[in-house]
């Protein structure tokens, strides 16, 4: 798929367009330290931080052989890449710092109110009525919320009081996750800056804190990944593996949350139709089989998903889109977090393109708002510097996966704009549509401007500079 890093790094040319590399080192082994010092505090947190009927014996022993795989696991799938092994190893340490945060977090600071812990509740109910109904008490549907009440029960059935191991093998889940992002950006941007996108996919802090505890968006991270790999091996490379990832994604996807499934399966139709085929009459081929496939699993996706919809409220299916989204929008305008209160639905539309960069500095009104709100700046920085390779992003639209990446991020920032109007609920989706929204900004290597030039000149000289200059045109447009 690529050259290792090693390798690459040998290559002067390509050196030079490398040189953040040792920026994106120092933050890691910085994140890496902070978590190192900080872990007595959130292993205390993790181990300690439960009611007082809650024995923690069990996930003494069981939190470290989670970890114990879970590096294997890394060391194994990331060999020839030494960059991406040492940063998914700091990131399975973040995700089991920012699982134990959440943990404290919603114990102490918020009694327990939160998804994770109601899941745990009901699963060690289950898990008592399993010796007088057997495993007829973990009835279905086996989707969404009851799924993960099922796994929880089944968990607690087989290791007791075991609260911090469920955070921690499902803070793990997403670290597979990112490792799928990576290899889908890897395939489809070589020239991309690889390392920059797989820094801000692991260490994102809504990234980690939202996907790191007990609950659908751990598993979900990881079957959107899943998708992305095998819509990328079906772009670009011949073969059904990729249609095979992009049925198990989009199936576990369908499990967790059906409207997202059913986005994914729209953003994938309308690219891989309209979009340049590659060459080759294996990939033609592939296309052939491939698009009324795509086109009934869409259409299926979105009867699920209206289903799905309709059944977890009480709406009439009569009742319109629109003013089921109205119903939504009302029902999470509550708490502190509230924003758009009383707001048309054209006008959430119309600030659905601003979807990732809220909340704005004037719309703080708590702790958990304000770090969002840094993220959400430091993003819309990002977007202002990274203008010239965005611009030349969208170019690309043709392009089937960058069609599919735009058009997921345009879908998903509508739906989910004209339904929500709480920040911290939209802190919480909008990690499904984060690591899409970083390929797009890292799918093109930064476009030297004069000055950049002219330095470069000084250094390499006349000779290997025209070199440099005619591959930099190929490659990123420099005129």
Avoid at 131 to 146: A, E
Avoid at 241 to 265: F, N, P
Avoid at 362 to 372: M, T
Wanted: net charge positive.
């Amino acid at each position: 798929m690529s050259a290792p890093v090693l390798r690459t790094m040998r290559d002067p040319l390509l050196a030079i367009q490398l040189r953040g590399l040792n920026r994106y080192g120092f933050i890691i082994k910085l994140v890496g330290s902070a978590s190192i010092f900080t872990s007595p505090f959130w292993l205390g947190a993790l181990f300690f931080t439960s009611p007082q009927d809650y024995s923690y014996a069990s996930s003494l022993i069981c939190v470290p052989l989670l970890t114990i795989i879970g590096i294997v696991a890394v060391i194994h799938f990331t060999q020839g890449d030494p960059y991406l092994r040492r940063l998914l190893m700091i990131s399975l340490m973040a995700h089991m710092a920012a699982s134990s945060m959440f943990l404290w977090l919603g114990l102490v600071v918020y009694g327990g109110t939160a998804d994770a812990f109601h899941y745990w509740t009901v699963g060690r109910a289950l898990a008592d009525q399993f010796q007088t109904g057997g495993w007829s008490v973990f009835h279905p549907p086996y989707w969404s919320t009851n799924l993960i009440n099922n796994v929880s029960g089944v968990a607690a059935l087989l290791i007791g009081d075991a609260l911090p191991t469920l955070f921690i093998a499902f803070a793990l889940i997403p670290l597979a996750g990112t490792y799928c992002f990576y290899r889908a950006f890897v395939i489809v941007f070589p020239d991309g800056d690889r390392w920059l996108f797989g820094l801000l996919a692991a260490l994102s802090p809504s990234l980690l804190f939202w996907s790191s505890f007990l609950g659908k968006d751990s598993p979900i991270q990881y079957f959107i990944a899943l998708t992305c790999l095998g819509f990328a091996k079906v772009t670009h490379q011949a073969g059904l593996q990729g249609a095979l990832l992009c049925a198990v994604g989009l199936s576990g996807t369908l499990l967790m949350r059906a409207h997202v499934a059913a986005i994914l399966a729209i953003a994938m139709t309308l690219p891989y139709l309209i979009g340049k085929s590659r060459r080759g009459s294996g990939h033609k081929a592939t296309k052939l089989i491939l698009i009324p496939v795509l086109l009934l699993s869409t259409y299926f996706l979105i009867s699920q998903a209206h289903a799905f919809l309709y059944s977890n409220t009480n709406s009439a299916d009569s009742t319109s889109v629109f003013q089921e989204a109205d119903t939504i929008t009302k029902n999470s305008h509550t708490g502190g977090s509230a924003f758009n209160g009383g707001t048309s639905l054209p006008i959430r539309i119309a600030e659905a393109p601003v979807l990732m960069f809220r909340p704005f500095p004037w719309e703080i009104h708590n702790g958990l708002a304000l770090v969002s709100a840094v993220e959400s700046m430091g993003l819309l920085i990002f977007c202002l510097v990274q203008r010239r390779e965005i611009w030349s992003m969208l170019r690309d639209w043709r392009n089937p996966y960058v069609g599919f990446l735009l058009m997921y991020s345009i879908v998903f920032s509508i739906t989910f704009g004209a339904t929500i109007s709480n920040f911290g609920i939209l802190a919480r989706q909008r990690i499904m549509m984060t690591p899409i929204v970083i390929m797009l900004l890292c799918g093109r290597q930064r476009i030297m401007n004069r000055r950049s030039l002219q330095k470069l000149e000084e250094q390499l000289g006349p000779n290997r500079m025209s070199m440099f200059s005619s591959s930099s045109r190929l490659k990123a447009g420099v005129s």
